[in-house]
């Protein structure tokens, strides 16, 4: 049974950092696409981030590239999105997602088959 759990949200003040890990099961990492998408309230889902896990190929959202650094350890089976200069825009629930046909697409999300139950992370000004 294929299941994803994230952890790491936390609040924390404006210009601060934090990783969420996104722990997977029931498969093994590398032959599949890891991504990260969060939602504000009364907002619609965003994609943030995407790595592929067989070649580490990465994608961003316009809006985190520079501050976000998406990675992948296949020994731990766990992907990991690294947040510095955290703005409070960033507040948000963050869901870490799965594909197996590796496509990371991160205007779609209807791409991604498995969803985490979303991890909080609260940005204050």
């Known amino acids: 049974q294929v299941r994803l759990v994230e952890s790491g949200g936390a609040s924390v003040q404006a210009g601060g950092s934090l990783r969420l890990s996104c722990s997977a099961s029931g498969f093994t990492l590398g032959y599949d696409a890891i991504a990260w998408f969060r939602q504000a309230p009364g907002k619609e889902r965003e994609g943030v981030s995407c790595?592929?896990?067989?070649?580490?190929?990465?994608e961003y959202a316009d809006s985190v590239k520079g501050r976000f650094t998406i990675s992948r350890d296949n020994a731990k089976n766990t992907v990991y999105l690294q947040m510095n200069s955290l703005i409070p825009e960033d507040t948000a629930v963050y869901y870490c997602?799965?594909?197996?046909?590796?496509?990371?697409?991160?205007?779609?999300?209807?791409?991604?088959?498995?969803w985490g139950q979303g991890t909080q992370v609260t940005v204050s000004s």
């Open positions: 997602a799965a594909n197996f046909f590796r496509l990371c697409v991160l205007r779609d999300d209807q791409v991604f088959d498995y």
């Open positions: 790595i592929t896990t067989n070649d580490g190929a990465t």
